[in-house]
């Protein structure tokens, strides 16, 4: 049986101001770093040491990454033997237009029906901006030709990927563990892991 725990990031400053962040390079805030340190802990008690991890190129991903494995003691090991893979198919959603802007303002400016549906609709595009249909492309095509030939390889039982909450969305939909009209539902919080078990060619959550 394969392990592949999913991380949400920690709470960024745009999270705490509620703002659409989508490609910005934003940091960790004080609360993000404290979720990412949790996550630490959590991981410890299960006793996992990470054979691979992968991050997207932005930089709320990789610190909680990093944070992570600082407190496994498994940084050093990784870097040096370039475990750690970063790769921009993994980014958070593009939000176009949106970017910058103030959740709930843009809410009352357009309408909280046309939000939601930029926000969670699976086909739905802000404008200038990717759809959670767009990032399941992009993750699958990566997940597909570089993530999933490393979970069959004999050498990788444990794998961390710390990404965003619709590329992990995408993700989850990839490895069939939720569905299309089931996905729009599924809160994903900062700093949280998902526990996924990978046997007999089924990706599930761990109860």
Same mark, same amino acid.
Do not use: C
């Given at each position: 049986?394969?392990?592949? #725990?999913?991380?949400? $990031? &920690?709470?960024?400053?745009?999270?705490?101001?509620?703002?659409? =962040? &989508?490609?910005?390079?934003?940091? #960790?805030?004080?609360?993000?770093?404290?979720?990412?340190?949790?996550?630490?802990?959590?991981?410890? *008690? #299960? &006793?996992?040491?990470?054979?691979?991890?992968?991050?997207? /190129?932005?930089?709320?991903?990789?610190?909680?990454?990093? !944070?992570?494995?600082?407190?496994?003691?498994?940084? *050093?090991?990784? =870097?040096?033997? $370039?475990? @750690? !893979?970063?790769?921009?198919?993994?980014?958070?959603?593009?939000?176009?237009?949106? =970017?910058?802007?103030?959740?709930?303002? =843009?809410?009352?400016?357009?309408?909280?029906?046309?939000?939601?549906?930029?926000?969670?609709?699976?086909?739905?595009?802000?404008?200038?901006?990717?759809?959670?249909?767009? /990032?399941? #492309?992009?993750?699958?095509?990566?997940?597909?030709?570089? @993530?999933?030939?490393?979970? $069959?390889?004999?050498?990788?039982?444990? !794998?961390?990927?710390?990404?965003?909450?619709?590329?992990?969305?995408?993700?989850?939909?990839?490895?069939?563990?939720?569905?299309?009209?089931?996905?729009?539902? /599924?809160?994903?919080?900062?700093? /949280?892991?998902? $526990? @996924?078990?990978?046997?007999?060619? !089924?990706?599930?959550?761990?109860?």
């Amino acid at each position: 049986m394969k392990n592949i #725990l999913l991380i949400r $990031h &920690g709470q960024s400053e745009w999270n705490k101001l509620n703002l659409f =962040t &989508g490609f910005k390079n934003v940091e #960790l805030t004080q609360q993000g770093v404290h979720e990412a340190k949790k996550a630490s802990e959590n991981f410890k *008690e #299960l &006793g996992l040491k990470f054979d691979l991890v992968y991050t997207s /190129v932005l930089s709320r991903a990789q610190k909680t990454a990093k !944070i992570i494995l600082e407190g496994l003691d498994q940084l *050093e090991d990784l =870097t040096n033997n $370039h475990k @750690i !893979i970063e790769d921009s198919a993994l980014n958070e959603r593009d939000y176009g237009d949106l =970017t910058g802007l103030d959740k709930k303002e =843009t809410a009352d400016k357009y309408g909280e029906e046309q939000v939601y549906k930029w926000r969670r609709g699976y086909s739905d595009r802000p404008p200038a901006g990717e759809s959670l249909e767009d /990032v399941v #492309l992009r993750v699958r095509n990566y997940f597909e030709s570089e @993530i999933l030939p490393q979970i $069959h390889s004999s050498s990788n039982n444990n !794998i961390l990927i710390a990404a965003h909450g619709n590329s992990l969305r995408a993700l989850l939909l990839v490895m069939d563990v939720y569905q299309i009209n089931e996905i729009n539902s /599924v809160e994903l919080s900062t700093g /949280v892991p998902i $526990h @996924i078990t990978y046997d007999n060619a !089924i990706f599930q959550i761990k109860s």
